[in-house]
T-cell receptor, first 117, second 120 residues
């Protein structure tokens, strides 16, 4: 069974602080993909990153960075120098193959990040 | 240009009614999905269609019936609405996975803005 755990329900920080969101996953698939999505207060779901199980290189995109550790089944997300606009719910997700040509996403419960001015 | 659009954005209706939510994507994707997000923000897939063919049907009551007239549209019809159906429903689409040496590359899903359904 697939499972994605985001142990932090809510995180509150002051602007300019760094914040790290944890994501731990379970899968029996040898090939899988991990994703992060952002859901701001306006409600839409915004794709942030996709990472495959063979690529353990960390990635940085502006103030966002991701740390993929296959050995610990974790795919953590760090926001550096947080801003008020980073306030949102962040979801980690794991792909699960349902056929040779299709998959579904299993989402974690989400972490609500509040950045205070 | 809206990549994945849903109508309506808000839907308030009485228990027992039948309602539909429409979804359209202009990304040329082959696969479309419906998700339900409950009041605790938990997201769960309901259905997936690939080229108008049903691929995933999670444990969803028969009152929910997806319909895909073409690969750019996936509508969700709900019969006999119940209080527990109140949620935000998201449509999404993705490009078919590509493959290199039978290793599939699953692409990200792009989500619509959501439809907030309130059943009274």
């Amino acid at each position: 069974a697939q499972k994605v755990t985001q142990a932090q329900t809510e995180i509150s920080v002051v602007e300019k602080e760094d914040v790290t969101l944890d994501c731990v996953y379970e899968t029996r698939d040898t090939t899988y993909y991990l994703f992060w999505y952002k859901q701001p207060p306006s409600g839409e779901l915004v794709f942030l990153i996709r990472r495959n199980s063979f690529d353990e290189q960390n990635e940085i995109s502006g103030r966002y960075s991701w740390n993929f550790q296959k050995s610990t089944s974790s795919f953590n997300f760090t926001i550096t120098a947080s801003q008020v606009v980073d306030s949102a719910v962040y979801f980690c997700a794991l792909s699960e193959a349902v056929s040779s040509n299709d998959y579904k996403l299993s989402f974690g419960a989400g972490t609500t990040v509040t950045v205070r001015a | 240009d809206t990549a994945v659009s849903q109508t309506p954005k808000y839907l308030v209706t009485q228990m027992g009614n039948d309602k539909s939510i429409k979804c359209e994507q202009n990304l040329g994707h082959d696969t479309m999905y419906w998700y339900k997000q409950d009041s605790k923000k938990f997201l769960k897939i309901m259905f997936s269609y690939n080229n108008k063919e049903l691929i995933i049907n999670e444990t969803v009551p028969n009152r929910f019936s997806p319909k895909s007239p073409d690969k750019a549209h996936l509508n969700l019809h709900i019969n006999s609405l119940e209080l527990g159906d109140s949620a935000v429903y998201f449509c999404a689409s993705s490009q078919d996975p590509g493959s290199v040496d039978l290793v599939y590359s699953y692409n990200e899903q792009f989500f619509g803005p959501g439809t907030r359904l309130t059943v009274l």
